[in-house]
């Protein structure tokens, strides 16, 4: 088994993870868990995003999150961006770091962005250019790399073939999610092969939703193919509001405490994201998703 030394985390909670709260979440909430999660350790924090408030109106005060947040220098904090108009938000709230999104199944990219994939690639063509412009880095998603709730099963091919596009045209890495979570281990490695003949390894990243409890072993068996970036929420928050029924992403307590376990360096503080987990948790009223979390609980109020 060849494992990567070392994995980069992409702590996704307070995007992914909040967009889905039944409740928009209070700017100081939202400040105090990414600064939280900042002290954690973590070098890319995505925090929030500038979509329209009426698709999620969870992301609506991103611009004031930005604005109050504490940027330490070498962090990476991104915000999803699907048009030029999100853009215009982005630059605005000084952003460093933008993700443009869009999927490997035409049903659902339009569901959750009202358009084609051909036309999200479209949309994507002023933000680059505004990008180059500014000085800003740019990531990529691709959704339904497995499945799509709508459209069934995704051919890796598809996937392959979305990623080239978007690395093509300029993203420094691009995300593969399994938006609903139901891949298992052999599907996620034959995607990741089919997006590794055109995309180099080191580009990838993996985003797994946790939804049949299958995200350690997707990220174990593509660890064992080369990956070694990976997107996690902390206590395991989260889902996609266009993607009926789909959980939240792996919890990065759950990761982290694999990779101790493998002997893999990741900079994060198991114990400090935790403590971030339990206070946002108790914000939103509500349990971790994430094992680990529960397991640490304990310890953590002695
Ligand atoms: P649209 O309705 O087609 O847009 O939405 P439009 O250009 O026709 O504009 C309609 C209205 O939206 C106008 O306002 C615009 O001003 C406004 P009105 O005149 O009606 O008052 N508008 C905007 N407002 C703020 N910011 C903007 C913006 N753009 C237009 N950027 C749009 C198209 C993409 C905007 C919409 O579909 C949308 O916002 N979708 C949200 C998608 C989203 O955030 N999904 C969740 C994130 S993706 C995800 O979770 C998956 C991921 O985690 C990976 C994985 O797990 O698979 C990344
Ligand atoms: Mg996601």
């Known amino acids: 088994m060849t494992l990567p030394r070392r994995v980069r985390l992409v702590e996704v909670g307070p995007r992914d993870g909040l967009q889905n709260e039944a409740r928009p979440v209070p700017v100081d909430a939202k400040v105090a868990l990414i600064d939280a999660l900042t002290a954690a350790g973590h070098a890319a924090v995505e925090a929030g995003s500038f979509v329209s408030p009426k698709w999620v109106p969870q992301m609506a005060n991103t611009d004031q999150v930005m604005a109050r947040i504490e940027r330490k220098p070498g962090v990476a904090y991104p915000v999803l961006v699907p048009n030029k108009q999100g853009m215009n938000g982005a630059v605005e709230a000084k952003c460093e770091e933008i993700a443009v999104f869009t999927a490997a199944s035409e049903a659902f990219c339009r569901k959750n962005t009202n358009c084609s994939i051909d036309e999200s690639f479209e949309r994507f063509a002023p ?84 939804t049949y409890g299958q995200s350690l072993a997707n990220i174990l068996a593509v660890m064992e193919r080369g990956i070694a970036v990976f997107d996690t929420a902390v206590a395991g928050l989260g889902g996609c509001p266009y993607a009926k029924g789909a959980s939240g992403n792996v919890g990065t307590e759950d990761v982290v405490y694999m990779l101790n376990g493998l002997g893999i360096e990741h900079g994060v503080d198991l114990d400090a994201v935790a403590r971030a987990g339990r206070d946002i948790c108790a914000a939103l009223g509500r349990e971790p998703a994430s094992k680990v979390a529960q397991a640490l609980k304990a310890k953590l109020a002695a």
């Open 127 to 210: 933000v680059m250019e505004a990008a180059q412009k500014h000085g800003m880095r740019v990531r990529g998603y691709v959704s339904t790399v497995v499945a799509c709730p709508y459209d069934g099963k995704v051919a890796p091919a598809k996937v392959a073939e979305v990623s080239a596009r978007l690395f093509a045209m300029g993203c420094y890495e691009v995300s593969l999610g399994d938006t609903i979570g139901v891949g298992t281990p052999a599907e996620c490695v034959a995607m990741i092969e089919a997006v590794a003949e055109k995309v180099p390894r080191e580009k990838i990243a993996g985003h797994f939703h946790d």
